[in-house]
């Protein structure tokens, strides 16, 4: 099912600790699921957690099925801010600080500490071409492939 071969434990340490994990390993859908991923991945030091119950299945389907999905994260501003005028400095800056929920965080995102989901990605580079910004420049300082354990998904 690891389709990254990424070691088990550093895959482990991508799931959210919130992350509700499923061990229903007779389910008809367990192969494709990312909670049932996360549920093979549970450290040893870890003894609780959120878990998928037996109730949501209902037959063959879920209700708390989510796909595996391998998504393409980016980290680092360096590139982005390379060539930006002055002038559109401080309001690129401001707004992304906005989106991304505070000064903290966005610096975070900046240094490559955290990384940018593709829809977060798109919503910075939207930012700059509404600036004027177009071409080689609009791209994140590094990019990785990692699975989708967002909690949202």
């Known amino acids: 099912m690891n389709q990254l071969n990424i070691p088990a434990s550093a895959l482990a340490e991508q799931v959210p600790q919130q992350y509700n994990r499923c061990f229903q390993t007779d389910c008809p859908q367990h192969d494709a699921c990312a909670r049932y991923l996360a549920g093979t991945l549970v450290r040893e030091d870890q003894l609780h957690g959120p878990a998928v119950y037996p109730t949501a299945r209902q037959g063959d389907t879920c209700a708390m099925y989510r796909p595996v999905r391998v998504i393409r994260v980016a980290y680092g501003f360096s590139t982005l801010f390379r060539n930006v005028r002055r002038r559109d400095d401080v309001s690129l800056r401001n707004y992304i600080k906005g989106y991304l929920?505070?000064?903290?965080?966005?610096?975070?995102?900046?240094?490559?500490?955290?990384?940018?989901?593709?829809?977060?990605?798109?919503?910075?580079?939207?930012?700059?071409?509404?600036?004027?910004?177009?071409?080689?420049?609009?791209?994140?300082?590094?990019?990785?492939?990692?699975?989708?354990?967002?909690?949202?998904?």
């Open 101 to 153: 929920g505070s000064h903290a965080t966005y610096y975070r995102y900046h240094r490559g500490e955290r990384q940018l989901t593709p829809e977060q990605q798109e919503w910075v580079l939207a930012l700059f071409r509404r600036f004027g910004y177009e071409g080689d420049d609009l791209r994140f300082d590094h990019y990785r492939e990692v699975y989708d354990f967002s909690l949202d998904h």
